[in-house]
């Protein structure tokens, strides 16, 4: 069998699941890391010892990818490059015959959408290559869609009601600077809302609805409705479901500076001209932003994501949380990134852990809630996010 694994992409989130990897070789042998910017695989080399072999590769490109694959000969390929890139990876995985993991859905780069529909329309095909590709599998899709199945699975008969909550309670000390690439994060944010209650989904404007939640060891936050991917399978996957929604906190400068640049034209993703020169105002801005990945020394304070299910249990309603609490410095001290990248990087490295060691597997594409949530969940005590349930 070809063993290792093949990284595409080394921002943040790269870095996470690199250094993560290197901690579990044993179960992945090989750990070749491959992006656009070399000298950032070089870097990361450096940082883990030299225990990664590097390449450089554009995940735009299908043949490239499928050129560094057949070199590599992999067992999987783990996306931790841009959501725009999903379906040139996808394809690469398929024309070679190697299993597939990404973190985050398909983005059109023209259209600020972003949606699983092109991404599901592979099951078939991996099916007949024999092939697995696992889709959403950091924290946010991801881990929110382990908790929910693990609620599934021991506290509930039937789930009615689920919030997703996504508290970043860190500090960096810029007026204003985005945890991930800011162009993805803008684009998310200043999107109109959607949540999915009796069959169908009900459309908001950016950040209408609000609500206030106490965060564990955090404390009360303003907390925002926003459409998020993960909705979009749950709403599949989880028996007698009757509404999701999904709320994220934003401090007040965030808010401002974000209307601001809107209300100015600076989000937009359209060209325009600039003294003869045609530009995309939000790839502008995105250069004028503090590196994302440089937040990582200076970020202070904590995350906590989770989920709250209501349901049915025995004919009784059941109610319960379930939350992993993140602290940036210590994610800093062990990975060199701060916790939004770790919190989205040790759950690749979980999936791929998983697909390695044959635990989870099968042909076609999957959510990594149609997946058994235990294993997961306990990879997840023992990798550095451990979680909590309370009964509410």
């Not at 025995?314 to 939004?340: F, L, M, P, S, W």
Request: proline letters at 4%.
């Amino acid at each position: 069998m070809n063993e290792g694994i093949l990284i595409i992409g080394a921002g943040g989130v790269g870095r996470v699941v690199v250094h993560k990897a290197v901690q579990n070789i044993d179960t992945f042998k090989k750990i070749t890391l491959a992006s656009r910017t070399l000298s950032k695989c070089e870097q990361l080399k450096k940082e883990v010892g030299g225990k990664i072999d590097i390449a450089r590769v554009d995940a735009d490109s299908v043949d490239e990818i499928v050129s560094l694959i057949k070199k590599v000969k992999p067992f999987m390929v783990l996306n931790i490059a841009l959501p725009y890139q999903d379906l040139s990876i996808m394809e690469a995985c398929l024309r070679t015959g190697v299993h597939y993991l990404d973190t985050a859905n398909y983005e059109h780069p023209d259209t600020a959408k972003f949606e699983y529909k092109l991404q599901w329309a592979y099951d078939e095909k991996y099916k007949q290559k024999g092939i697995m590709g696992l889709l959403g599998c950091g924290f946010d899709p991801g881990v929110t869609n382990i908790f929910c199945a693990y609620a599934q699975k021991h506290y509930f008969d039937e789930i009615h009601y689920i919030d997703i909550l996504d508290c970043n309670a860190g500090d960096h000390g810029y007026p204003f600077a985005t945890n991930f690439n800011p162009e993805i994060n803008l684009r998310e944010v200043s999107a109109k809302g959607r949540y999915w209650e009796n069959g169908k989904w009900i459309e908001t404007e950016p950040l209408e609805i609000k609500q206030v939640w106490n965060y564990p060891e955090i404390g009360p936050k303003d907390s925002y409705l926003m459409y998020h991917e993960e909705m979009e399978s749950l709403v599949k996957h989880i028996k007698g479901l009757k509404r999701i929604r999904f709320f994220m906190t934003f401090g007040e400068s965030y808010l401002t500076h974000m209307r601001c640049l809107e209300n100015v034209g600076m989000l937009r993703i359209d060209e325009v001209e600039v003294d003869g020169c045609k530009v995309i105002p939000l790839h502008v801005l995105k250069a004028l932003l503090p590196d994302p990945a440089s937040l990582g020394p200076r970020t202070i304070g904590k995350t906590n994501i989770g989920i709250v299910a209501e349901g049915l249990k025995d004919g009784k309603k059941r109610k319960i949380y379930i939350y992993n609490v993140c602290d940036h410095q210590e994610a800093y001290k062990e990975t060199k990134a701060q916790a939004v990248s770790y919190t989205t990087g040790v759950p690749a490295m979980i999936g791929a852990k998983l697909m390695s060691e044959g635990i989870y597997k099968g042909k076609g594409v999957y959510n990594v809630e149609q997946m058994d949530p235990d294993p997961f969940m306990d990879e997840l005590n023992k990798q550095g996010l451990p979680w909590h349930i309370k009964e509410l």
